[in-house]
Nanobody
Framework: QVQLVESGGGLVQAGGSLRLSCAGS????????TAWFRQALGKEREFVGG???????YYADSVKGRFTISRDNAKNTVYLQMNTLKPEDTAIYYC?????????????????WGQGTQVTVSS
């Protein structure tokens, strides 16, 4: 069983930056694939990016070059660094985890979810 807790959301102006954190529980968490998804009001949950090992990450085209995912296994934490934020990045951001070694892009592939953190980007 893995429990995930996100933090770091907030209100930021367009062009600004935020860093989200996803703290995971359990000794096996570092071996899990961890991904970030987001859900804007009235829209479906969409894949943002994911990471398996400390240097194996994959991103949606909409955030590539602006967002970076990293993990600190000593702290059982995965980070989402978001730069050059746009109003269309406004959403609730969720982290999710699954056993395995492949970053999947559909929510149904993930077993564990955090409660979400709101990110609002003003224009």
């Amino acid at each position: 069983q893995v429990q995930l807790v996100e933090s770091g959301g907030g209100l930021v102006q367009a062009g600004g930056s935020l860093r989200l954190s996803c703290a995971g529980s359990g000794r096996t968490f570092p071996s899990y694939v961890t991904a970030w998804f987001r859900q804007a009001l009235g829209k479906e949950r969409e894949f943002v990016g994911g990471i398996w090992s400390t240097d194996s990450s994959y991103y949606a085209d909409s955030v590539k070059g602006r967002f970076t995912i990293s993990r600190d296994n000593a702290k059982n934490t995965v980070y989402l660094q978001m730069n050059t934020l746009k109003p269309e990045d406004t959403a609730i951001y969720y982290c999710a985890a699954r056993p395995g070694t492949v970053v999947m892009t559909t929510p149904l592939q993930y077993n564990y979810w955090g409660q979400g953190t709101q990110v609002t980007v003003s224009s």
